[in-house]
């Protein structure tokens, strides 16, 4: 019995603590009310923080909900509703546009005011209700608590009434103690204050809950404002007055208070006592590059100067010089006047009504600087002064450059005017460094932008910028990284038409993918709109644009020119790249020149003062290996007016001579140059062959060299080898391949869609026929070409052919076997016997299947040809009978198939490659 007790206690408890639970993590209707005034993000972000869900902000609140429910839910809320309340409210502050000053001291709660611990002043007028506390110790002791009646007396025990009422507090102490020691002698007195008396005060004007208030007795003007719920939208924090039979006693500014901690006009209230809210006369707004933005009352006769007092003056980064006024003209329309705030005309100004005072900040770029940014330790600002140079700022190899730095080619970018115009300037950072009175050691000005580049494509720590992208992806409303997704639901309904599924990004390369995107996209922007598809995934445009928004101020934003070590030449390039091609005029064009061929980084530069070929290849990383140094072409393309006709003209370069200086040639605007590669250049041209030869590996090639000259060099084939089954693969016959089943599928896809739309009935249901397409497309072709390997072993050289890089010659072994498959009862291979014919073979594996397609039978042969029984169709081979090695196939009936024009063409790749990769995979 007692065993079963205590189950059921347990249980209880358990149910107790469920529904506690529940509740405390089920939001109130206040704080779903309070929710739906936020903004869409920041309701999002409140709701994530206090794990609510959006059932929880669509919940109505029940009517039918009991005391007793409503009682239960109080406690669990409580905790949760504190902290609320307090998001809540630096959420909606944050959220609203600019606040009135001050009003938000009277925001707090307005209950009664606990003035029992406050020291009682000596001046403190009493009277009925007032309560003293009456000590007597020596000869005799005792304690009395004496409330004053309302005639104004007290009674002292054994003494009699007396008179206390209007007298200050220590006029009272005085007589009571007076009367006393003259009662009785040898005794000392102590008079204190107990409760106070309850006054009545009334709160009239601009208050939010103006009325007549019961109060403690010194309460002040500031306790009863607070009481009545503070200052309406309209009243006014600068003339709050307290009246007195019917005078004015004190007239209280606040801001006094605020401002300066000025509490004498705090005036301790009196019984009868009416604070006055005056309605507000002017309000003056300030915003900008101040300590305290809001809008501030004002008063007659003050000036700007003084409107920035009260706003806290200035920030450190505030342009006082370039100050707007904003107010409202005499015609009743909003006018601007421009304020020099460290003048005193400008802060002597007076301010009016509706005023809006902007104080704007100063430009973030650095006036005296220098800025070094790419392959260097500490990249950034610098302070410039006269006469500074390079190897000022980098004086150490070793201490000041990374160690993939290229020290044959830097840039200095310079600001040549006022308007943004710049003057590239590329000289040599070693020789800078290292050798303080070379020419390369150049003089430095204000503004200076000196760009260290990597050598060839590399980049510094490349992980570091892929985690920036990754934390700035976590850290958007509208993506999260991968791994945080839904999963998306699987289509119910057939796709009929052809859908790309939308690209994805590889997070573990962000930075790699964003500047291959935005590639894409400038290429994409400068075609005509009808070939620029915008084929790019959300996710991918944002790449883009937080990519964008990095290199727009890569150079400017101490964040982002410290990732500069992270990005590879042409990257840092990209910038002043664009910058160049902005500020490109009708006349010189954009000073830049591109380098293409066998140099290390091909591609767009910068065109220096004083250019030469030497200084293009510096830039472009420097010459290849291949490179063929005894001629590049140089090619000019110039315009003598602006309605001529575009020339283009070419240069012979001889790089031996340009590399040494030794060749003069000026450069120009959009010069290309292009170097060319030593003829025959490419060593590494590769032959694989494999299976049964007598010495198989992979073979270096030359150019023009034939099939049969590398089976020489192999050593032959095998006696156990099958020349007619050789398998000669070629990527250039895959990508074909490939290239010929995605337009099939494409066309497939259109057959299925446009015979849907018809009134024919379909043998086959669109769902059956996406699946097929999507077996199709996953075959992989092998690029195999057909080769006639005995002919070719045997010297006839029209069965030769020239070998290409990447080539693979697989022989396999002996076969003694005919294959069938396809739409046969049983798909096997069977041991060759002569005599017999495809109908046996066929019978040997079942006979025809119901979906077969009798009449197109065909046989695929050892070497990769196809033939079909009783038609002289041959690729290669014109014999009907049978051989060792080949595959019989029964392909599916093209009209069972919905009569689709392309069954056939594609089963035939289908099969062939299986036959190939079966014979390979065999090995």
């Known amino acids: 019995m007692i065993r079963t007790i205590n189950k059921i206690i347990g249980l209880f408890l358990l149910c107790a603590f469920v529904n506690l639970s529940y509740a405390a993590t089920t939001a109130s209707p206040a704080m779903i009310a309070q929710l739906k005034k936020l903004p869409k993000a920041e309701q999002q972000r409140l709701m994530k923080q206090y794990g609510l869900s959006s059932s929880d902000l669509n919940r109505r609140d029940s009517s039918s909900t009991t005391k007793e429910s409503a009682d239960s839910e109080a406690f669990?809320?409580?905790?949760?509703?504190?902290?609320?309340?307090?998001?809540?409210?630096?959420?909606?502050?944050?959220?609203?546009?600019?606040?009135?000053?001050?009003?938000?001291?009277?925001?707090?709660?307005?209950?009664?005011?606990?003035?029992?611990?406050?020291?009682?002043?000596?001046?403190?007028?009493?009277?009925?209700?007032?309560?003293?506390?009456?000590?007597?110790?020596?000869?005799?002791?005792?304690?009395?608590?004496?409330?004053?009646?309302?005639?104004?007396?007290i009674v002292l025990p054994e003494l009699g009434p007396v008179v206390v009422a209007g007298l200050t507090f220590s006029e009272a102490k005085a007589l009571i103690a007076d009367r006393i020691k003259k009662q009785i002698l040898g005794v000392d007195v102590a008079v204190s204050m107990g409760e106070l008396k309850t006054i009545t005060i009334f709160v009239a004007g601009e208050a939010k809950k103006p009325g007549s208030y019961n109060v403690p007795a010194l309460s002040t003007?500031?306790?009863?404002?607070?009481?009545?719920?503070?200052?309406?939208?309209?009243?006014?924090?600068?003339?709050?007055?307290?009246?007195?039979?019917?005078?004015?006693?004190?007239?209280?500014?606040?801001?006094?208070?605020?401002?300066?901690?000025?509490?004498?006009?705090?005036?301790?209230?009196?019984?009868?006592?009416?604070?006055?809210?005056?309605?507000?006369?002017?309000?003056?707004?300030?915003?900008g590059e101040v300590h305290r933005p809001a809008i501030y009352e004002v008063m007659p006769g003050e000036s700007v100067a003084k409107l920035l007092a009260m706003a806290g003056g200035l920030k450190a980064t505030a342009y006082p010089q370039g100050s707007v006024l904003e107010r409202v003209n005499s015609k009743n329309v909003r006018d601007l006047l421009n304020l020099d705030l460290t003048a005193a005309a400008g802060l002597g100004q007076m301010v009016r009504q509706g005023d809006v005072l902007r104080v704007g900040g100063t430009s973030t770029r650095v006036e005296n600087a220098v800025t070094i940014a790419g392959a260097v330790v500490r990249p950034g600002h610098y302070a410039w002064r006269d006469g500074l140079r390079v190897n000022d700022l980098l004086t150490s190899l070793w201490s000041d450059l990374h160690i993939s730095a290229d020290l044959d080619y830097a840039l200095i970018i310079r600001e040549e005017s006022v308007a943004g115009d710049l003057k590239v300037l590329q000289f040599n950072l070693g020789q800078a460094i290292t050798e303080p009175m070379s020419a390369d050691n150049l003089r430095l000005s204000a503004r200076d932008l000196i760009l260290v580049f990597h050598q060839e494509n590399q980049s510094f720590e490349r992980a570091k910028l892929d985690l920036y992208f990754r934390e700035k992806l976590a850290e958007s409303e509208q993506f999260k990284p991968q791994a945080e997704k839904p999963v998306e639901p699987?289509?119910?309904?057939?796709?009929?038409?052809?859908?790309?599924?939308?690209?994805?990004?590889?997070?573990e390369a962000?930075?790699?993918?964003?500047?291959?995107?935005?590639?894409?996209?400038?290429?994409?922007?400068?075609?005509?709109?009808?070939?620029?598809?915008?084929?790019?995934?959300?996710?991918?445009?944002?790449?883009?644009?937080?990519?964008?928004?990095?290199?727009?101020?890569?150079?400017?934003?101490?964040?982002?020119?410290?990732?500069t070590p992270h990005l590879s030449r042409k990257e840092l390039l990209l910038p002043v790249l664009n910058k160049l091609k902005s500020r490109s005029s009708l006349v010189t064009g954009p000073k830049l020149f591109s380098v293409t061929g066998e140099v290390k980084v091909p591609g767009e530069y910068p065109l220096p003062e004083r250019a030469s070929v030497k200084k293009l290849i510096?830039?472009?990383?420097?010459?290849?290996?291949?490179?063929?140094?005894?001629?590049?072409?140089?090619?000019?393309?110039?315009?003598?007016?602006?309605?001529?006709?575009?020339?283009?003209?070419?240069?012979?370069?001889?790089?031996?001579k340009a590399v040494k200086e030794e060749q003069e040639f000026s450069l120009m605007s959009r010069d290309a140059l292009n170097v060319f590669s030593i003829p025959n250049w490419n060593i590494k041209r590769q032959f694989r062959i494999y299976g049964h030869v007598r010495f198989p590996g992979i073979y270096t090639i030359q150019q023009g060299e034939t099939l049969a000259s590398i089976l020489t060099r192999a050593g032959g084939l095998k006696s156990t080898a099958s020349a007619e089954g050789a398998i000669f693969t070629r990527k250039q016959t895959k990508e074909r391949e490939e290239e010929q089943i995605r337009k099939l599928a494409q066309q497939l896809r259109a057959d299925i869609a446009s015979r849907s739309l018809t009134a024919e009935a379909n043998a086959i249901s669109p769902q059956d026929s996406m699946m097929l397409i999507a077996e199709i497309e996953k075959t992989k072709p092998v690029g195999r070409l057909v080769v006639n390997l005995e002919g070719i072993m045997n010297g006839e050289t029209e069965f030769d052919l020239m070998a290409e890089d990447g080539d693979e010659l697989f022989v396999p072994p002996t076969n003694t076997s005919i294959a069938v498959v396809g739409e046969v009862q049983h798909t096997a291979s069977h041991r060759f016997k002569k005599g017999l014919s495809l109908q046996d073979y066929l019978d040997l594996s079942g006979g025809f299947r119901k979906r077969a397609d009798e009449e197109r039978v065909y046989v695929i042969r050892a070497d990769g040809s196809v033939y079909m029984p009783g038609q002289k169709s041959w690729f290669s081979i014109s014999e009907d009978k049978l051989m060792p090695g080949d595959t019989i196939v029964v392909p599916l009936d093209t009209e069972f198939k919905d009569?689709?024009?392309?069954?056939?063409?594609?089963?035939?790749?289908?099969?062939?490659?299986?036959?190939?990769?079966?014979?390979?995979?065999?090995?």
Request: charged letters at 25%; hydrophobic letters at 40%; proline letters at 4%.
């Open 76 to 153: 669990a809320y409580q905790d949760t509703e504190d902290n609320w309340q307090n998001d809540f409210n630096k959420t909606e502050e944050k959220t609203k546009g600019p606040q009135r000053f001050g009003l938000a001291l009277f925001s707090g709660k307005s209950d009664r005011a606990d003035n029992s611990s406050i020291p009682v002043p000596d001046f403190y007028v009493l009277g009925a209700g007032d309560e003293l506390l009456v000590q007597i110790f020596g000869k005799q002791s005792s304690s009395e608590s004496l409330l004053i009646e309302r005639d104004g007396t």
């Open 221 to 287: 003007v500031t306790q009863a404002l607070t009481r009545a719920g503070g200052i309406s939208d309209i009243g006014s924090l600068r003339e709050v007055s307290v009246k007195r039979n019917g005078a004015t006693v004190v007239t209280f500014d606040i801001y006094d208070l605020l401002l300066k901690g000025d509490a004498r006009n705090d005036l301790q209230l009196q019984s009868g006592d009416v604070v006055f809210v005056a309605p507000v006369k002017a309000l003056a707004e300030v915003s």
């Open 490 to 507: 699987v289509a119910t309904e057939p796709q009929l038409t052809a859908q790309k599924p939308e690209p994805k990004l590889n997070y």
């Open 510 to 563: 962000l930075t790699d993918q964003a500047f291959m995107l935005l590639e894409e996209k400038q290429k994409r922007e400068e075609l005509p709109p009808a070939f620029a598809e915008e084929d790019m995934s959300s996710e991918q445009n944002w790449l883009v644009m937080e990519l964008n928004t990095l290199l727009n101020a890569l150079f400017s934003n101490p964040d982002f020119l410290a990732k």
């Open 618 to 656: 510096e830039a472009a990383g420097g010459l290849k290996d291949s490179a063929y140094l005894q001629r590049a072409e140089l090619t000019r393309a110039t315009q003598e007016s602006v309605d001529a006709d575009m020339q283009v003209a070419h240069f012979n370069i001889d790089l031996t």
């Open 899 to 923: 009569s689709l024009s392309v069954w056939t063409a594609i089963t035939q790749i289908f099969y062939q490659s299986a036959v190939a990769l079966a014979a390979i995979n065999s090995f």
